[in-house]
């Protein structure tokens, strides 16, 4: 069930973080490139302040996993998996990324999954698919995805949804298992589209945190 928009939610994770303004080094790099992504240090950036090694293989793995698919077809897989594993931060991010694709009402429609007149037959074979993989991967089986193939996917199309799907699982349930609070960014917009699109953890009421720039290697693969 989504927050209630007048809840008021401010805590740290629940793993001791280094702020933006004591960041040093790798962490200091890692801070900046997200900041540069999103215009402020994202909550979920400073957990990964113990291992940014590990930020920036995600980063690249991400990148991997993006680079044939169709813009569309990666936010509409991510969206439907993040909302899935009941996570609204990444629900959220990935239902803004939609509405070049597709209205509020309709964003809102997929979430709920009513997907008749909003997708196609084929995408609402995708989206169901990616939904499973995030829900409980060990329950596809060899007909499921047969039936994808039957709507016109290829066998690497296939293997690029159910590694998306995978993906967003991997990230967040590292960050809900760590406390990790949408951004309070997410307070903005329509309370419908926040409201419904917040499944899991409540938006964060602290203000998003910033930090002075400093010319970077310019990579843009850190992002969630």
């Known amino acids: 069930m989504a927050a209630p928009a007048e809840e008021r939610v401010s805590h740290m994770a629940f793993i001791e973080t280094i702020a933006p303004v004591e960041a040093r080094d790798a962490v200091q790099a890692m801070y900046q490139r997200q900041q540069a992504a999103w215009g402020y240090v994202p909550n979920y950036a400073k957990v990964f302040c113990h291992r940014p090694q590990v930020m920036a293989r995600w980063g690249q793995l991400l990148a991997e996993i993006k ?8 936010e509409l897989v991510t969206f439907v998996s993040a909302h899935e594993l009941r996570h ?24 709920e999954g009513r997907l008749d007149g909003v997708l196609g037959e084929a995408e609402q074979s995708l989206v169901d698919f990616a939904r499973q993989v995030a829900r409980d991967a060990a329950s596809v089986t060899a007909d499921r995805v047969a039936s994808l193939k039957q709507h016109g996917y290829s066998d ?57 720039l400093v ?4 990579t843009h693969w850190e992002s969630g």
């Open 215 to 218: 010319e970077l290697e310019q």
């Open 67 to 74: 680079r044939p698919m169709a813009k569309r077809r990666f």
């Open 156 to 212: 690497a199309e296939i293997f690029d949804i159910a590694a998306t799907a995978a993906g967003r699982a991997f990230f967040t349930k590292l960050l809900d298992a760590l406390g990790v609070l949408a951004d309070s960014a997410f307070l903005a917009g329509g309370d419908a589209f926040r409201q419904t699109l917040t499944v899991g953890r409540a938006i964060d009421t602290n203000e998003c945190l910033t930090m002075p």
């Open 88 to 111: 609204s931060a990444c629900a959220l991010a990935h239902g803004n990324k939609l509405r070049e694709f597709f209205s509020d009402a309709q964003i809102l429609a997929i979430a």
